[in-house]
T-cell receptor, first 108, second 114 residues
Framework: RKEVEQDPGPFNVPEGATVAFNCTYSNSASQSFFWYRQDCRKEPKLLMSVYSSGNEDGRFTAQLNRASQYISLLIRDSKLSDSATYLCVVKTGNQFYFGTGTSLTVIP | DAGVIQSPRHEVTEMGQEVTLRCKPISGHDYLFWYRQTMMRGLELLIYFNNNVPIDDSGMPEDRFSAKMPNASFSTLKIQPSEPRDSAVYFC????????????FGPGTRLTVT
């Protein structure tokens, strides 16, 4: 079983829509969680960390559910510039595990 | 700050040749990571260093791969001999000592082994 699993998508949504991604992790001892964004042929960039109580940054909301071992990312009022691949990242012990990414395309 | 710097940006080599990838982390960052990204396997952590010392190299695929960090501002990832299945984008990332270990990635080296 993979350490981190994501629905690869693609998600194609109209501008202004709300879209949510989930990511499951297999190790209950995982201690840190992140969402990264990667544009085509570019490097990943940190979008936001995920805190136990959930956290929000503008149009983006991240949540952690330890009981069910998943993290989520909600994007409200999607913009064309949100089109990218979103990677969830889980830190377990000394290791960082990246999901394979969920592709989002926002359509005009 | 210039961010994480990697060189070369692109490398095309023949099977059996030695390949050396280079990375300069952000000044003052304590951690340095080497990743490999392919379509099939996504982003995989190969090895990482803390204060120039390798902490976890369990992701290094085999003995053909080696990484060094001789000082705080420079690291290399070497593949010898290279094979076609090593073709991938190799990223270097660095971070500060923070509870969340936010990582800053370099632009990557696109390696093609023919």
């Amino acid at each position: 079983r993979k350490e981190v699993e994501q629905d690869p998508g693609p998600f194609n949504v109209p501008e202004g829509a709300t879209v949510a991604f989930n990511c499951t992790y297999s190790n209950s001892a995982s201690q840190s969680f992140f969402w990264y964004r990667q544009d085509c042929r570019k490097e990943p960039k940190l979008l936001m960390s995920v805190y136990s109580s959930g956290n929000e940054d503008g149009r983006f909301t991240a949540q952690l559910n330890r009981a069910s071992q998943y993290i989520s990312l909600l994007i409200r009022d999607s913009k064309l510039s949100d089109s990218a691949t979103y990677l969830c990242v889980v830190k377990t012990g000394n290791q960082f595990y990246f999901g394979t990414g969920t592709s989002l395309t926002v359509i005009p | 700050d210039a961010g994480v710097i990697q060189s070369p940006r692109h490398e095309v080599t023949e099977m059996g040749q030695e390949v050396t990838l280079r990375c300069k982390p952000i000044s003052g960052h304590d951690y340095l990571f080497w990743y490999r990204q392919t379509m099939m396997r996504g982003l995989e952590l190969l090895i990482y260093f803390n204060n120039n010392v390798p902490i976890d190299d369990s992701g290094m695929p085999e003995d053909r791969f080696s990484a060094k960090m001789p000082n705080a501002s420079f690291s290399t990832l070497k593949i010898q001999p290279s094979e076609p299945r090593d073709s991938a984008v190799y990223f270097c990332a660095s971070s500060l000592v923070t509870p969340q270990n936010e990582q800053y990635f370099g632009p990557g080296t696109r390696l093609t082994v023919t």
